[in-house]
């Protein structure tokens, strides 16, 4: 990580959050925009990655993980929790700008930021604690873009004119 010369200032907008994270304390966070919350939700769907991951939060101990892809498990953690850094103080070496806009890239990316992470003293309890926490943030971003979407759809179709 590179400490910053001044500290970041959080902008008041909704897409900027402050989460509590175990052992971390309170953390910023800016969600991504729309089209990158997209390609995360394709990595994460690529090989049922999501659907692993929710079963295997309900378990515990080596039932949790039976059946997952653990490194693509903590690439997808460290490309969501990449995509959403915002520290204050920390801005992360390894840059989403640096690698190829498409789910290999993105798979990369977030494999060296959970890399990046790791050293700098991040435990696996704290990062999945982030990522648990910014995850259903993202989502919700989703879901408010299709009830923007189905408001502006509220018309009916203009009629067809005679040519």
């Not at 900027?16 to 990595?43: D, F, N």
């Amino acid at each position: 990580m590179i400490k910053r010369q001044t500290p970041r200032v959080v902008p008041d907008r909704p897409h900027y959050l402050t989460l509590e994270i175990k052992e971390r304390g309170p953390t910023v966070w800016r969600l991504p925009s729309p089209a990158l919350t997209m390609l995360l939700v394709q990595l994460m769907n690529k090989d049922d990655m999501a659907n692993k991951a929710v079963k295997a939060a309900k378990k515990k101990g080596a039932k949790a993980v039976a059946g997952v892809d653990l490194l693509k498990m903590y690439s997808v953690q460290g490309a969501v929790l990449g995509l959403c850094w915002f520290d204050l103080d920390f801005d992360l070496q390894t840059q989403w700008a640096e690698y190829p806009n498409t789910l290999e890239g993105l798979e990369g990316f977030g494999s060296e930021v959970f890399e990046e992470l790791y050293e700098e003293g991040w435990s696996t309890s704290s990062t999945v604690d982030a990522w648990s926490q910014v995850l259903p943030k993202i989502v919700d971003t989703l879901v408010d873009q299709g009830k923007a979407a189905d408001l502006v759809n509220f018309t009916k179709a203009p009629k067809a004119k005679p040519a």
